[in-house]
């Protein structure tokens, strides 16, 4: 479901919540859906229960999951995941693009590259 890179600069609690608006955005998590409790996710991905529930929290406060006392944390369907999704999405080309920069390519060469992956070619090319 998701995966945790422990080597990354990114805070756990960060990669999880991508991982469930990406998931969600995939369409592999619909509205309704019920996530993990925090404990079986925690023991699944080797983690401190505190960071799941920090995650869950985040998604909580920007509309992507709601929790039922008692019953669980359960998939939101209202624009407000639309919305984190779409933020999400913006801030991880935010990211890659400062990435690329930073690593030496030109404006030209990555606006090159967006129009290639919009025509459904590889950005490699």
Same mark, same amino acid.
């Given at each position: 479901?998701? *995966?945790?890179?422990?080597?990354?600069? /990114?805070?756990?609690?960060?990669?999880?919540?991508?991982?469930?608006?990406?998931?969600?955005?995939?369409? /592999?998590? #619909? $509205?309704?859906? #019920?996530?993990?409790? =925090?404990?079986?996710?925690?023991?699944?991905?080797?983690?401190?229960?505190? *960071? =799941?529930?920090?995650?869950?929290?985040?998604?909580?406060?920007?509309? &992507?999951?709601?929790? /039922?006392?008692? #019953?669980?944390?359960?998939?939101?369907?209202?624009? #407000? $995941?639309?919305?984190?999704?779409?933020?999400? $999405?913006?801030?991880?080309?935010?990211? $890659? /693009?400062?990435?690329?920069?930073?690593?030496?390519?030109?404006?030209?060469?990555?606006?090159?590259?967006?129009?290639? &992956?919009?025509?459904?070619?590889?950005?490699?090319?």
């Amino acid at each position: 479901m998701i *995966t945790i890179d422990y080597k990354s600069r /990114v805070p756990i609690y960060d990669q999880i919540t991508g991982g469930i608006i990406r998931l969600k955005a995939l369409g /592999v998590l #619909k $509205a309704g859906d #019920k996530l993990p409790s =925090v404990r079986a996710m925690a023991i699944d991905l080797g983690i401190n229960p505190n *960071t =799941v529930q920090r995650a869950y929290n985040i998604l909580e406060a920007d509309g &992507v999951i709601y929790s /039922v006392a008692g #019953k669980g944390s359960f998939i939101s369907d209202d624009n #407000k $995941a639309a919305d984190a999704i779409l933020s999400a $999405a913006k801030n991880t080309f935010r990211q $890659a /693009v400062e990435q690329a920069r930073q690593a030496g390519l030109d404006e030209a060469t990555l606006k090159r590259m967006i129009d290639t &992956v919009f025509k459904g070619g590889n950005a490699d090319d």
